[in-house]
């Protein structure tokens, strides 16, 4: 491949913020805007009126229920976007009433999202994102990538985030997934450090893993950073050893890493609430100390 397709080939155009008007899902929207901003992106602010009401509460009451919760949705909204539209990003409001997940889905799908935000309580894992439980099914189902803003992100005070370290957990040489691409051009519009990693679990990390893997993290940098990339100078690759989530979430701490992006495994939510252990990207996530791109 063209090393030069990487950094046209992602280039996110519509993105959606997902939000509940808490200060968890507020605190995402600075990195929603500042990824808009890069790309010249449309960010959708997007919220679903959706109240628990009794089963015998008379139809006319719930609608006035309904509406009510509507307008002070609106009326969130205007106060959420007021200050954001004069940051020179295009910013549209997306409202609509009914069970989260398929409205949610339903306004993903209707304009073609490609980068969808979300904050999280931390509460509970991923199971209390910021919409509820119905947030890990839009997770796992989400036909584009998800970045996932966790309560151990630091608080920001700003609208205009810097991205400065990017961390790239592999599996490694040859990597096909689309993550890569992300990662490198994230770090090229930042002009970010990339950090590449790949963990290994049963490895004394007293061996010399570096010098097993010189060679694929020379390969794996020339498949997917130009040649004429100044990213080269700030392409590195570190070893890292344990349980993967652990490690990978460690090193982002130590290191100072403003945003890990990663591949992960599309899983059924069904099937994924009944594995023996959380799968990595999900442990990372719930656990990791800054945003989290995940890409399927």
Known sequence: MNPLDTKSRVAPK???????????????????L????????????ANVVSPELPD?????????ILQGAKQSAEQNMERLLSAERQSGVSCQPLI???????????MISQNGIDLIVLGTHGRGGLRRLLLGSVAEEVFRK????????GPKTSETRTMDVHLEHILYPLEFVPDTSDAAAYAVSL????????TFMKVFEETDPSSD????????????????IPTESDLRERVSFKPGFGPAAEAICKFADNRGVDLIVMGARRLDPV???????????????RTAPCPVLTIY
Request: hydrophobic fraction near 45%.
């Open 14 to 32: 519509k993105i959606l913020l997902a939000t509940d008007f808490s200060p968890a899902s507020v605190a995402a929207l600075p990195y929603a």
């Open 34 to 45: 500042t990824i808009a901003r890069h790309y010249g992106s449309v960010l959708f602010v």
């Open 56 to 64: 015998l509460r008379p139809p006319e009451s719930t609608a006035k």
């Open 96 to 106: 609509g009433e009914g069970e989260i997940r398929e409205v949610l889905l339903e």
């Open 142 to 149: 989400a036909p584009c990538p998800v970045l996932t803003v």
């Open 187 to 194: 770090a090229e519009q930042y002009h970010a450090k990339l």
């Open 209 to 224: 893993v570096e010098a097993v893997v010189r060679e694929p993290a020379r390969h794996w940098i020339d498949d997917h």
């Open 271 to 285: 099937m994924a609430a009944h594995l023996p252990k959380p799968d990595t990207a999900y442990e990372v996530v």
